[in-house]
């Protein structure tokens, strides 16, 4: 049995997602974060030291970070996410799972933090907005004909990089990266990604 402990307004909708689109059962647990600081609540905390979501619960064994939760999954329910292994699409597909949450989400998070820091945080902004425009910016790059970043249906990468993508033009880069608002537009209008979201709750993460 699957429990996901999901944190409102967080990457953590992907592992929802990826549940709907597997048709895998699963349990859910909704956990609030704090209305004045926005912070995970001490349920995460309980479950896990560090309190971060995703968060899933198989079987009385915690897993975390999403980039490890997604590819248990795949391995376990949705080879076909997957590209074959000793193919060069394996391995674009082992750097773009990493580049999700390594390189994609620092300057993502950085923005987010500076951005309540006022004037004090204008030495660091120009930095921040041109990481983030570099990656944006790749991300459009390298995204397939097909629409989709590694194979030419969906896959792991799409969905562990949906998440900076959806950033990308909720911060307004849409008109200048229309191949990554078409690949946004595309899996919100998947039944799986629709239905992860009436579980969940829409997220305003930028």
């Not at 397939?144 to 949906?162: C, K, N, T, W, Y």
Request: include cysteine.
């Amino acid at each position: 049995m699957i429990t996901v402990h999901h944190l409102n307004n967080s990457r953590s909708q992907r592992v929802l997602w990826l549940l709907e689109e597997l048709n895998v059962p699963y349990g859910l647990e909704i956990h609030q974060r704090d209305a004045v600081t926005n912070l995970a609540p001490p349920s995460l905390i309980a479950k896990h030291p560090l309190g971060k979501s995703p968060m899933i619960d198989v079987d009385g064994r915690i897993i975390t970070e999403s980039g490890a939760i997604v590819e248990y999954l795949c391995a376990k329910y949705g080879p076909q996410l997957v590209p074959a292994k000793d193919t060069d699409a394996y391995i674009s597909h082992l750097e773009l799972i990493h580049f999700a949450e390594g390189s994609a989400m620092t300057p993502i998070l950085l923005n987010l933090y500076v951005s309540k820091l006022g004037e004090a945080a204008a030495p660091l902004t120009p930095r921040i907005t041109h990481q983030l425009k570099s990656h944006f910016e790749y991300m459009e790059d390298i995204l397939r004909p097909s629409g989709h970043f590694v194979q030419d249906e969906l896959s792991a990468a799409d969905i562990m990089l949906s998440f900076p993508a959806e950033i990308a033009i909720r911060q307004g880069f849409g008109d200048k990266l229309p191949k990554l608002a078409a690949f946004v537009a595309h899996i919100q209008s998947r039944p799986a990604y629709q239905r992860a979201i009436e579980k969940g709750g829409d997220y305003a993460f930028a």
